[in-house]
């Protein structure tokens, strides 16, 4: 066999889980539609402004938080919610940073 990690950290967040335990009660309700949304700062060391072993997370094709960390974000909804996903829309901008990739 062969060994493999996931690392969908996220799930282990303490709000994550109530989040879970809310949406999955019986009480909730039928869920119709979902919009989340998982916003973070991250320093500028972390984008490889000064460490060019760093500057592929800026490069188009290979970088960009859509790239990097939409599977996270796409693991959340189908944890948080216990459903698979249907349908995506995203809307992007490089407008803080203006680089290649999306902020």
């Known amino acids: 066999g062969v060994s493999v990690l996931i ?9 994550v889980q109530k989040a879970r335990e809310l949406v999955t009660a019986k009480g909730f309700g039928p869920l119709r539609a979902v919009n989340m949304e998982f916003s973070l700062l991250k320093p500028e060391s972390y984008f490889g402004f000064s460490d ?6 800026r490069k188009k094709g290979i970088g960009g938080p859509i790239l990097i960390n939409s599977i996270h974000d796409l693991d959340l909804m189908r944890y948080v919610t216990g459903h698979e996903i249907m349908s995506v829309f995203a809307s992007t901008s490089s ?3 203006g680089g290649e990739v999306e902020d």
């Open 7 to 15: 690392g969908h950290q996220r799930r282990h967040s303490k709000l």
């Open 52 to 57: 060019i072993s760093l500057q592929w997370r």
């Open 95 to 97: 407008a803080a940073r």
